[in-house]
T-cell receptor, first 113, second 112 residues
Framework: AQSVTQLDSQVPVFEEAPVELRCNYS??????LFWYVQYPNQGLQLLLK??????LVKGINGFEAEFNKSQTSFHLRKPSVHISDTAEYFC???????????FGTGTRLTVIP | DSGVTQTPKHLITATGQRVTLRCSPR?????VYWYQQSLDQGLQFLIQ???????AKGNILERFSAQQFPDLHSELNLSSLELGDSALYFC???????????FGPGTRLLVL
C-alpha cells in the first residue's frame, strides 16, 4: 500500500527564517506528488504539484519543492517565512492507476514573530 | 476560494441519526471525491464519482453512501452515526477522472 511520511509533526520557525518541511513516500514507480496547505478552520489549498518534467517545482506564496526520485522525497521549502504561513501542510501522492490521493499526517508550521 | 462549495459548514447530531452532506464541484469538473479528516485517522479517501458513476472506493464504511447527480453535485449520506464518525468531511473535484484535485471548505460533523 502507498504510504507518505511527514517526519516532523510540528515545525516552529522565526519570521523571515528559511524552512523545509520533509516528505517521503514509498513507491518503486513514478508517482504524482502534491503539497496542500490548510489554514486554521479552512479547507485544503493546493500549493504546488509535480507531475513530470523539472524536478524543482515552484508554487504559490513563494514555496517550492524538489522531487528526488532516488531518495523518494518531495521536500517543501521557503527561503523566508511570514506570520501568515502559519498553517498545517500536507504532502500527498497519487500513484499511477489510482484516482485518489494518499496523504501524510501533516506538519504544523508555526511562524514566531 | 477553490470554487468547490460544501454545505452545511457545521453539523451537530446524535448517535444513531442520519445526515446528508452536499458538495458542488467547480464549474466544468466532472469528478468528485470525498475525504474524511479525523484526529486519529488523518485524511482518508472515501469514494470518487465521475460523471455520475462510482469510480473508486477507499475506506468507506457500509453505513456511508454517496451519489452524484446529473447536475454533477454530490451527496454523502452517513447513517447510524457513531461518536467516532465525528470528523471534517471534505469534497474535492477535478476535471478528469484522475486530475488535480481542488478541495472545498469542508463540513465539520459532531456526533454527540
Amino acid at each position: 500500500a502507498q504510504s507518505v511520511t511527514q517526519l516532523d509533526s510540528q515545525v516552529p520557525v522565526f519570521e523571515e527564517a528559511p524552512v523545509e518541511l520533509r516528505c517521503n513516500y514509498s513507491s518503486s514507480v513514478s508517482v504524482y506528488l502534491f503539497w496542500y496547505v490548510q489554514y486554521p478552520n479552512q479547507g485544503l489549498q493546493l500549493l504546488l504539484k509535480y507531475l513530470s518534467g523539472s524536478t524543482l517545482v515552484k508554487g504559490i506564496n513563494g514555496f517550492e519543492a524538489e522531487f528526488n526520485k532516488s531518495q523518494t522525497s518531495f521536500h517543501l521549502r521557503k527561503p523566508s517565512v511570514h506570520i501568515s504561513d502559519t498553517a498545517e501542510y500536507f504532502c500527498a501522492v497519487r500513484p499511477p492507476g489510482a484516482n485518489n490521493l494518499f496523504f501524510g499526517t501533516g506538519t504544523r508550521l508555526t511562524v514566531i514573530p | 476560494d477553490s470554487g468547490v462549495t460544501q454545505t452545511p459548514k457545521h453539523l451537530i447530531t446524535a448517535t444513531g441519526q442520519r445526515v446528508t452532506l452536499r458538495c458542488s464541484p467547480r464549474s466544468g469538473d466532472l469528478s468528485v471525491y470525498w475525504y474524511q479528516q479525523s484526529l486519529d485517522q488523518g485524511l482518508q479517501f472515501l469514494i470518487q464519482y465521475y460523471n455520475g458513476e462510482e469510480r473508486a472506493k477507499g475506506n468507506i464504511l457500509e453505513r456511508f453512501s454517496a451519489q452524484q447527480f446529473p447536475d454533477l453535485h454530490s451527496e454523502l449520506n452517513l447513517s447510524s452515526l457513531e461518536l467516532g464518525d465525528s470528523a471534517l468531511y471534505f469534497c474535492a473535484s477535478s476535471v478528469e477522472q484522475s486530475g488535480t484535485q481542488y478541495f472545498g471548505p469542508g463540513t465539520r460533523l459532531l456526533v454527540l
